[in-house]
């Protein structure tokens, strides 16, 4: 192998695979990225076997050929060197790296050891906006939690109709649906399981890049494909496998009518929330009561040790009065995914499941579990 | 105790104080915040033991009087209320907290468990300029290491002459010299050591405002007075012990004369070294060579795991050619602090002390130990 390549290029390539090459002492070709140099294109890809990245840009390449280098030492390194041409040539499982008056030449293994990663582009497609997705699930990845009973509520539900995409996640305390509108979808459903720490990978890899990603479904695994417009760019695939198992009907407990129904100001409610968060003694509570009279909520609690609170703000409430308590973490998280300056928080009784949704356009519902009244 | 305040006024006084009230399990009081009502003002307090602060605020007093209340629980609080006045009052060891409708009671501790906190402002003092204590600190606070048989190495040196100031720290390996100069210094050359957390402190305190600090001298504590011009203005004063012992006469170790002299641009420097790093092995070896006649440095580490490197870069080099090794985080450390874009670095021989400076003005001065050669 025997390429140039300009460094910046070779950075960004290098900070991509970098996100998932790991530290992992039972097999240590998963902390290598492996260097393929191929027709006009460097080829860098990294896998920690659940997932794999693959990164491609353009390079002079003069002679074809593999190598695997310890991927954290190679970013390491690029750091340190000038914005100038990289030359890189592989001699008897050596990389020499040369850059302006920087010369050095770095131990690699062999191609042959690193695990094959697969290109699953045969199955169904469908093409979503970039940013559209990775704003779609940062607003709901850190609500699954692992789980060893319950695999399939670990991950990241992602049900394709023929007009949008839903997204889904929850810890059975809590539950969050976040929707994207499609121009076209899928024209039959069909959904999969993401693994949580694939779903954090893709809004890394992708969250900050312009246009389109190309998704990729098959029965065991699944593709994103990212290919900037221009030529010149370079194309990135992030390769899943799928988490496995059926998801709940999580229809199932979206309430169908509310008892009470509200509208505040989501700074009042998230403010209060988290100040009254302070006093809430070991399981989280805080208490809230609804006013639909007088237009007003009240949020209060209270711990042995530190103190007591007890506030109010105004809003509009309809329907019935209810007290009801919440974890504040579940509620403070979920108010604070919504981007509308008024929320809208909608009660079955004292027990039973509440919603918390933007006012407008109904593109994400958040469901929550009360504390039960002991 | 009853008063008003500003939140953010009270904010930026918790903010202040809450920088060194922590968590100690043995001594509960000092994770509180002594408050004290007193004329117009509003005092919070706070101490380690080591040092301590207190914060003076204007408040509309309506009642003087004192509460211990918790430093983080308080500090959380404030965050989340709206910028509106709020009112302090203390009822049975409680305190209610009230701020436009937000309403809470914090049970505090009685003021009388609270540690009292020396003002040592009888001796000698000195002005300086906030910001040039607090850059001056930053570039040498890093370098102590905790030392139990050499406690006064542990600290920061400061001598006070009567045009300067003096800054010194060491770990033996390395040392570095700031100096601050003054108008009107002290008469009579005077010198104190600073614990290193107390130096981290101060600069964490003070570093951000405008305006000089008084500096009083006593024999066991050190006091860091600093008010801004306008009586509005909040008034800090950080108190700190200061370490017992001797400092080690540090001059003796600066060499008295070079038998290489160089000048190098601080980039090339700083990413060649960096670089060569990466390839050094586990005592941190870079060995550098420096030839006269091609005005040439040459920096070279090798690792039988990783590679080797082998770069230079032009320079300036007058006197001895010399090859000489050293531990790469000292180096980086040292030229890291240089301000100036081309650094000098003068060497007396393989074995001997070397110095790096800044170009003209003489106020920093580093001085390294090579590694011995094996």
New interface residues.
């Given amino acids: 192998m025997k390429l140039t390549i300009l460094k910046n290029k070779l950075n960004e390539g290098v900070k991509v695979v970098e996100r998932i090459s790991q530290k992992s002492l039972t097999l240590p070709i998963l902390q290598n990225t492996l260097f393929t140099a191929e027709k006009n294109f460097l080829r860098l890809s990294s896998t920690n076997l659940e997932s794999s990245i693959r990164w491609q840009g353009l390079a002079k390449v003069e002679k074809e050929g593999q190598i695997c280098i310890?991927t954290k030492?190679l970013s390491?390194?690029i750091?340190?060197?000038?914005d100038k041409p990289i030359e890189l040539e592989v001699k008897n499982l050596?990389l020499n790296l040369r850059c302006e008056?920087?010369?050095?030449?770095?131990?690699g293994l062999s191609p042959e050891d690193f695990p094959i990663i697969p290109q699953p582009k045969e199955g169904k497609s469908v093409i979503i906006n970039n940013a559209d997705l990775c704003r779609a699930l940062t607003q709901i990845i850190n609500i699954p939690s692992p789980s060893n009973t319950r695999p399939e509520i670990s991950g990241v539900y992602l049900s394709f109709h023929p007009d949008s995409i839903k997204m889904v996640a929850t810890d059975s305390f809590r539950l969050a649906e976040k929707k994207i509108f499609l121009k076209t979808g899928l024209p039959k459903e069909y959904s999969l399981i993401l693994p949580q720490t694939a779903a954090k990978e893709i809004i890394g890899v992708f969250g900050d890049r312009e246009g389109d990603i190309r998704v990729y479904l098959s029965p065991n695994q699944v593709l994103f494909e990212y290919a900037a417009d221009k030529v010149a760019q370079p194309r990135i695939e992030f390769t899943s496998r799928l988490v496995e198992g059926e998801y709940p009907d999580y229809q199932e407990i979206v309430p169908k009518e509310y008892h009470t129904e509200t509208q505040v100001k989501k700074k009042d409610f998230l403010?209060?929330v988290?100040?009254a968060s302070?006093?809430s003694g070991k399981i989280n509570e805080v208490k809230i009561s609804f006013n639909t009279k007088e237009g007003r909520v009240n949020i209060a609690s209270q711990s042995p040790?530190?103190?007591?609170?007890?506030?109010?703000?105004k809003g509009k409430v309809k329907g019935q009065d209810v007290a009801i308590s919440f974890n504040h973490r579940f509620l403070v998280e979920g108010i604070s995914e919504i981007n509308t300056d008024e929320v809208i928080f909608n009660l079955t009784n004292e027990d039973g499941p509440a919603a918390l949704k933007p006012t407008g356009k109904s593109d994400y519902l958040y469901i929550i579990m009360p504390i039960k009244p002991s």
């Avoid at 750091?79 to 000038?82: E, K, R, T």
């Fill in positions: 310890p030492f390491s390194l750091g340190s060197l000038p050596s008056n920087f010369n050095t030449k770095i131990k403010n209060q988290k100040a302070l006093f040790d530190l103190g007591e609170y007890d506030s109010f703000f």
